[in-house]
């Protein structure tokens, strides 16, 4: 059996910046590498990395030129008030707002410039 080195997902945009940009402000992600058809953000700590690519570049196959669906991306942090707060102040669009669930998490929902759904969520406090 291989051993998986490394994780990175990759979001398929059509405006890079605009996708660079949420990503950085609402999840703290430093630019890695950054160039006209491909972006690499990493957290801070190093541990999680996320790609942006170019819709239309050829390293994508054409059927997979459209818009995200039938996948979300999960980032679970300190506080989705805080980042609700900040999607609202930038004009995210923001699919759900805060919401307790019954499995102990504050959960918000908002919708990515490239159309990738992100599900943000907090441990409640108890």
């Given at each position: 059996m291989n051993t998986i080195n490394r994780m990175l997902t990759n979001i398929c945009?059509?405006?890079?910046?605009?996708?660079?940009?949420?990503?950085?402000?609402?999840f703290d992600f430093d630019v890695a590498f950054d160039s006209?058809?491909?972006?690499?953000?990493?957290?801070?700590?190093?541990?999680?990395?996320l790609g942006i690519i170019e819709s239309s570049?050829?390293?994508?196959?054409?059927?997979?030129?459209n818009k995200p669906q039938g996948f979300y991306l999960t980032f679970v942090v300190d506080s989705a008030d805080a980042i609700f707060a900040e999607a609202k102040k930038e004009k995210y669009e923001i699919v759900a707002e805060p919401a307790d669930t019954e499995y102990?998490?504050?959960?918000?929902?908002?919708?990515?410039?490239?159309?990738?759904?992100?599900?943000?969520?907090?441990l409640m406090a108890v």
């Open positions: 945009s059509d405006n890079l910046e605009e996708t660079k940009t949420f990503y950085t402000k609402l006209d058809w491909f972006i690499q953000l990493v957290s801070k700590d190093k541990n999680f990395e570049n050829d390293l994508v196959p054409e059927e997979f030129q102990g998490q504050r959960r918000l929902l908002l919708k990515d410039p490239s159309g990738t759904l992100v599900d943000v969520s907090s």
